[in-house]
Each structure stands twice: as C-alpha cells, then as structure tokens.
C-alpha cells in the first residue's frame, strides 16, 4: 500500500479512491482560469472524486520561441491565489528554475518538477525544502525503477511528502508510448503514483513549432491506469481545446470530463472492491463574483 498525502482536504495514497488533478495547460486569463475551476469543482464534486486544481503561470519548455508561455510568475501566482481563496481547493503548478520556487511556495500546495527537469538535484532539493508536496513528472527518458534515486533526493531533505507521475516514454519521431508496468513498479517505492492521461497522448514537436497530440485516446488510457491501481489521474482539460493556446490537441474537452470520470470509478471499483465508497457531492455555483 502507497503512503497517504494530504493535500488541504484531498487525501491522496493509502485506501483512498483515485483523486482528480486537473485544469488548463497554461493560465490563458483570470477570468477564463477562474470559469474552469468552478466548472471542474461542480463535475468532481458531482462525481464523487478529490480535486486538485492545475494550471501553469509559465511553459518554460516549449519548442518554438514563439509559443505562448502564459502570464509570468508573479501575475499567474496572483490568478493561482484567487482560486484557491474563492474555491478553497489545493492548487498545483510547475516550476522551473530555483529562483522561483520560495515565491510559488507561498501559493501552490503541490510544487511540481517537470518531467524534462525531473533529474535536475539542485532544483529538486529547492523544491523539496520547501516541505510543500512534491509532484515529479517521470521523464520521458527514464525507465520506473531510476525514480526512486529522485526519491531518495526528496528523502534526503526531510520531507516525504512524494507523489510520482508516469506520462509515457519517448522513442523519439514525435511520439510516446505508455507502459503500464511503471505504475506497478513505481507503487513499490511506497508512494502515490499518478498516472497522466493528457501528456501520454502528446506528440512532442509533433507541429514543427509545437506539439501535437491524439486526445481520441485519452479516455483509454486513463481507464486502462485506473484497472492498473494508481492513486490519482492528471488530466488536462479545457472548456475549447481547438482554441487552447498551448497544448490544444492532447487537452480533454470538459464536456467529457464527467462521463470519464464515473467510468474511472466503475473500474476502479472492479479492480478493488474494498475502497471506501465516497459518495457524489452537489453541483452548487456562485463561486466567482
């Protein structure tokens, strides 16, 4: 069994149902990233499942110099703030560099190591000091078992509060590739693994200047995680996926989400009957003024 994080309200590992880690790519606007969070706090509360709110104030590792980045730190913390006040859900974000991170401690409750960056010591112990909740993305050229020398860097620093993320593997052309043996071999390590169903149909560089992705299959993918026991699913979402300005083509249309996640439910109930059963909450509104 996976050690259980707590997450604000949101417990995550242990015998706890599969929790939702979900929002946009990138911060677009305010009012779109704020319309989103409300909209994905009705369909995860009518769906019975934890939610953790994401979205990037900076896409640091783009393909193209002209792709959109999003707002910056200091704007997109302040977005970042707002939904969490208003909401009062845990907020999730990537970072980059270790100038950034005492500035986004302050907000995120889950800092997260991009997987491109997921062997960067000096980054990750930075982060780790921090005592937030450590997501590290699985790199796209690491196998399952060379994350537990990740692991023990987090160790190192005193904190345990670990969440690992498999998001497919690279054979280069433009492609990845899931292997759902990582999630078996990484649930060993004693930590929640989440599996990411967004970034594991993405087609990096797919579009020359940036990257493409087959959203058809995130749906099966993300079913196919849930019958191989992980403890939490990432989904990137977006009210208009065609107009996204970043990632566009491997975002899941919201509409879809609700539908998606009651199946996850239904697998993931097959799969261990002994889960806890936590019942659907109200849709309610009026969050944002």
Known sequence: MTKEIKIGDVKIGGTNPIV???GPCVIESERLTLMHAVLLKEIAEDAGVGLIFKSSYDKANRSS???YRGPGLKKGLKILQKV???LNIP????????????????????????????RQTDLILEAARTKRVINVKKGQFLAPW????????IENTGNKKILITERGVSF??????????????????????IYDASHSVQLPGG????SGGEKAFIPQLALAAAASGINGIFLEVHQNPDKAPCDGPNMLPLKD?????????????????????????????????
């Not at 990537?94 to 491109?116: G, W």
């Not at 990845?176 to 390590?189: E, P, T, Y």
């Not at 579009?207 to 940036?210: A, D, I, N, Q, S």
């Open 20 to 22: 939702l880690i979900a």
């Open 65 to 67: 110099i002209d792709s």
């Open 84 to 86: 969490k006040d208003k």
């Open 91 to 118: 907020i999730l974000s990537d970072i980059h560099c270790r100038s950034e991170i005492k500035e986004a401690a302050r907000v995120l409750d889950v800092i997260q190591i991009p997987a491109f960056l997921s």
């Open 146 to 153: 060379d994350m537990q020398n990740i692991i023990k860097k």
């Open 172 to 193: 280069g052309y433009n492609n990845l590739v899931s292997d759902f043996r990582s999630i078996l071999i990484m649930k060993k390590f004693g930590y929640p693994v």
């Open 207 to 210: 579009l020359g200047t940036k």
């Open 257 to 289: 989400l609700k539908d998606l996640l009651i199946k996850i439910k239904k697998v993931e109930r097959a799969v261990n009957p002994a889960l806890p059963i936590k019942g659907a909450g109200r849709s309610r509104k009026g969050w944002v003024k």
